[in-house]
């Protein structure tokens, strides 16, 4: 089922997790029409100006959530969250282009990614149907723990 021109609800769903523990992954009408709406507003616009993207991430039951040690209070179990790259595009650009020139989205996270390394992490966006928090944040590892702090300025200035 096309989303989007190239977006599909295969896609948006796909895990290997959940393959290979026989989890459903599977989303509801309204959990597809999200998936749409996410499509629509985030990822065609950035495929649009970018080129090909590369979902690693979209919906998570919240039984796929608990086996991947992710929340089941997660926005990808509301079908509201995305992660994806650009293929040779650095993962900050995308994301300050979309903070720049989509207006409708929750919170941003550059997961991962360390400044001068254009293919590190990839990036989180969510979409709300409640007042957008514009969170602009960075995801990083301190003692073992993902650690969330706001993104102040350009990180790609290191």
């Known amino acids: 089922m096309k ?9 948006l769903t796909k895990s290997d997790t959940a393959i290979r523990k026989g989890i459903s992954n599977e989303p509801n009408t309204d959990e597809i029409e999200k998936l749409k709406l996410l499509c629509e ?12 993207v590369t979902v690693t ?9 608990q086996a991947i040690g992710s929340s089941v209070n997660s926005q990808h ?8 790259e650009v293929e040779g595009v650095d993962n900050a650009d995308v994301a300050y282009w979309i903070k720049d020139n989509i207006p409708n989205w929750d919170q941003m996270i550059l997961e991962f990614y360390t ?11 969510s979409i709300t149907s409640k007042l957008e928090r514009k969170q ?5 590892k ?15 200035c290191g």
């Open 3 to 11: 989303l989007t021109e190239n977006f599909t609800l295969k896609e």
């Open 142 to 156: 301190e003692d073992g723990k993902t650690k969330y702090k706001p993104i102040l300025g350009d990180i790609r």
């Open 77 to 84: 179990t509301k079908a509201e969250a995305v992660d994806f």
């Open 41 to 52: 507003t985030i990822l065609q616009p950035v495929r649009d100006k970018f080129g090909p």
């Open 115 to 125: 400044p001068g390394q254009p293919n590190s992490g990839w990036i989180h966006c």
């Open 136 to 140: 602009f944040l960075s995801a990083y």
């Open 57 to 65: 991430s979209g919906y998570r039951s919240p039984e796929l959530c």
